[in-house]
């Protein structure tokens, strides 16, 4: 009796089999990057309600970010500025620019707005998840800086998310603190240069055994007797 089937079709089941994991693979790759903090959050730009940029506030300006994010060394969350923190300034300086009008709607009395002493709604760019626990002023308050997890702020035109803020690379950091760490006084210094640092304080350097910049942190990170934790309850309460 002839066969039924063609003889190619002996190795049908195989090939599909080749194919069916060739797509399960590819989709569970495609999936592990694609759906990651990095790729979900890292690099996002959202536009503002007001153009506001930290290059020109901070950079060229000198404004210390405690001006604005006034509560992020006292508190666990840091605080977005009000209004009435630009209008100081902004009540006199370039008070004609359009970019400002939405201030000057919120805040001008004059100007008879219905916006009139509604809050400016700036979009959040940098969030954890709820079930996350991160404390500012735990951090700040042992010489980690801003530019650490935001990156160089003060650069920035439009702030963007630089890092992913994933669970693997809230570790890193914890695992190798000295990475980060600086002087006190140098937490809000986004122009901080360890080996400048090094320089102008050789004595003070001496006395906390400090032979080479690189060795600060590490020696920061004895003298501070810092150990960050790494168990899951230290994030997720």
Not at 50 to 70: A, E, N, T, W
Not at 99 to 113: A, E, F, Y
Not at 120 to 138: E, T
């Amino acid at each position: 009796m002839a066969n039924f089937f063609p003889r190619w079709t002996n190795f049908l089941p195989l090939k599909i089999a080749i194919c069916a994991g060739a797509v399960a693979t590819g989709a569970v790759f495609a999936f592990t990057y694609y759906a990651t903090p990095k790729t979900l959050a890292a690099g996002y730009q959202p536009s503002q309600p007001i153009p506001f940029s930290h290059k020109i506030h901070v950079d060229q300006l000198g404004l210390d970010c405690r001006y604005c994010h006034s509560f992020e060394d006292v508190s666990g969350t840091s605080n977005v500025p009000g209004s009435n923190t630009c209008w100081n300034c902004h009540q006199h300086v370039r008070k004609d620019s359009p970019k400002l009008q939405p201030l000057r709607d919120r805040m001008d009395p004059t100007l008879k707005s219905p916006d009139f002493g509604k809050p400016v709604k700036w979009v959040r760019v940098h969030k954890l998840p709820d079930y996350v626990y991160f404390n500012h002023s735990a951090h700040l308050n042992r010489g980690i800086s801003c530019q650490s997890c935001h990156g160089d702020v003060d650069r920035m035109e439009t702030v963007y998310q630089k890092n992913s803020l994933s669970m693997g690379w809230c570790l890193e950091c914890h695992r190798a603190p000295e990475n980060h760490l600086r002087p006190l006084e140098e937490v809000f210094n986004l122009k901080y240069d360890p080996q400048v640092y090094f320089n102008e304080h050789q004595a003070e350097m001496q006395n906390l055994g400090v032979k080479k910049p690189e060795d600060l942190g590490k020696v920061l990170k004895e003298h501070w007797n810092i150990h960050s934790k790494e168990t899951c309850a230290t994030c997720h309460h």
